[in-house]
C-alpha cells in the first residue's frame, strides 16, 4: 500500500470522478485507475463503484479515505514540526470545544499562546463530546476540552481532569424556598442541553445518583444562551454550571427564575482536556497544553460559591 495510491483515492472522492481528480492532480485517467485498481488488489476489496454518473466509495473504500485524511493530518505535522525545529515557526492548531468548557482560563491561555506564537493559526471549533472525541480518533483535530459527568476516562486517549466545577439545577418562575427531592421534581418538565442519544447526560446521571426514574417531559436545546432564555421563560428545570451563576444571579433576585435546593448533593462536571498521545503533540500542541495546565491550576482555587 503506497501513500501515492491512497492520496489518489481520496482525490476521486473528493471530485467525485476519476476524470475530475486525474485532471486536480495532474494525471492521465488511465494512470489514476491503474493506482487505484492496483490498491483494491492489494487490499482484496472493491473501493470504488464506477457509474455513468460519476464515482462514489464503497464502504471499504471510505474507511481508506477516512484513515488516510488521518495520515495526512500526522504528514502535515511533520512538517509544521521540523519548520518548527529550523526556526520557521508556522502551522495550525485544532482544537475542539464543548460550550460548558468555554471557561474563562481557556481564553486566558489562548491569548497567552497568541502572545508567545503570534504565527500559529488557532482554530476553536465549537463542538458536542462526541464530535469532539470522533475527530479526535481521525487526527482531525489535536486535542479537545470537553465537558464530562463522573469518570473523565476516555479510552484510548490521555485525559486530564482541568476543573472539577459544582452544579446547581433551577425552575423558572417562583417555587417553594425548601429542600426539595428527585422524586418530586422528575415529575415536572426538564430543559437540557445533553441530546437524547447521550448516555452521560446530565438528566440520565441525576435520575441514576438518586435512585429515581428519569424525567418523562424533557425540552432539549445545544444553544447556551436560547436555554438562558427559555429557562426565564418556561416553567421548567434546567441545570447549569456554577460558572453561570453570574448570568442567574439576576433572574434570581427578579423572580424569574428559583433555584432550588435538593436534598442530596449533586453530581459535579468535569472539564477534560483529552488527546491521543504525548509524544505525538507537535511542539505548538505541547506548548498550549502546558499553558492550559497551569491555566488551569492558577484558577482552581477561584470556583464560584455556591
Same mark, same amino acid.
Given at each position: ?7 489518489? $483515492? ?34 482484496? #476489496? ?17 474507511? #481508506? ?23 520557521? $515557526?508556522?502551522?495550525? $492548531?485544532?482544537?475542539? $470545544? ?39 480518533? /481521525? ?26 466545577? /459544582? ?44 435512585? #429515581?426514574?428519569?424525567?418523562?417531559? #424533557? ?13 426565564? /421563560? ?35 462536571? /468535569? ?36
Amino acid at each position: 500500500m503506497k501513500f501515492n495510491q491512497l492520496k489518489s $483515492l481520496a482525490a476521486v472522492a473528493k471530485a467525485g470522478s476519476i476524470q475530475r481528480a486525474a485532471s486536480e492532480m495532474h494525471l492521465s485517467q488511465p494512470a489514476l485507475s491503474k493506482s487505484i485498481r492496483e490498491l483494491e488488489r492489494q487490499l482484496g #476489496v472493491p473501493l470504488l463503484i464506477r457509474g455513468a454518473g460519476g464515482t462514489s466509495l464503497t464502504p471499504y473504500g471510505a474507511i #481508506v479515505a477516512k484513515r488516510f485524511c488521518a495520515i495526512q493530518k500526522e504528514v502535515d505535522k511533520v512538517h509544521e514540526e521540523i519548520d518548527w525545529l529550523r526556526g520557521e $515557526l508556522g502551522g495550525r $492548531l485544532l482544537i475542539g $470545544l464543548s460550550p460548558p468548557a468555554a471557561d474563562s482560563f481557556v481564553a486566558g491561555s489562548v491569548a497567552s499562546f497568541h502572545r508567545l506564537q503570534p504565527s500559529i493559526e488557532v482554530q476553536l471549533l465549537e463542538q458536542r463530546p462526541a464530535h469532539i472525541i470522533e475527530g479526535l480518533r /481521525n487526527g482531525l483535530l489535536d486535542f479537545g476540552i470537553l465537558h464530562q459527568y463522573g469518570d473523565a476516562k476516555i479510552a484510548d486517549f490521555h485525559t486530564l481532569t482541568l476543573r472539577s466545577l /459544582n452544579m446547581l439545577i433551577a425552575i423558572g418562575g417562583a417555587y417553594p424556598a425548601t429542600p426539595v427531592s428527585m422524586e418530586e421534581l422528575r415529575h415536572e418538565g426538564w430543559l437540557t442541553s445533553d441530546l437524547a442519544d447521550d448516555p452521560d447526560g446530565y438528566t440520565g446521571l441525576l435520575a441514576r445518583h438518586f435512585n #429515581v426514574p428519569p424525567p418523562a417531559r #424533557v425540552v432539549r436545546c445545544t444553544s447556551i444562551a436560547l436555554c438562558l432564555e427559555l429557562a426565564r /421563560n418556561l416553567r421548567m428545570i434546567s441545570h447549569w454550571a456554577e460558572t453561570a451563576l453570574p448570568f442567574l444571579a439576576a433572574h434570581f433576585r427578579a423572580g424569574t427564575m428559583t433555584r432550588l435546593e435538593l436534598d442530596k448533593p449533586l453530581p459535579k462536571m /468535569n472539564i477534560v482536556l483529552a488527546y491521543r498521545d504525548e509524544d505525538l503533540l507537535s511542539p505548538a500542541a505541547a506548548l498550549f497544553v502546558r499553558l492550559l495546565r497551569n491555566a488551569a491550576d492558577t484558577s482552581a482555587g477561584d470556583n464560584l460559591p455556591l
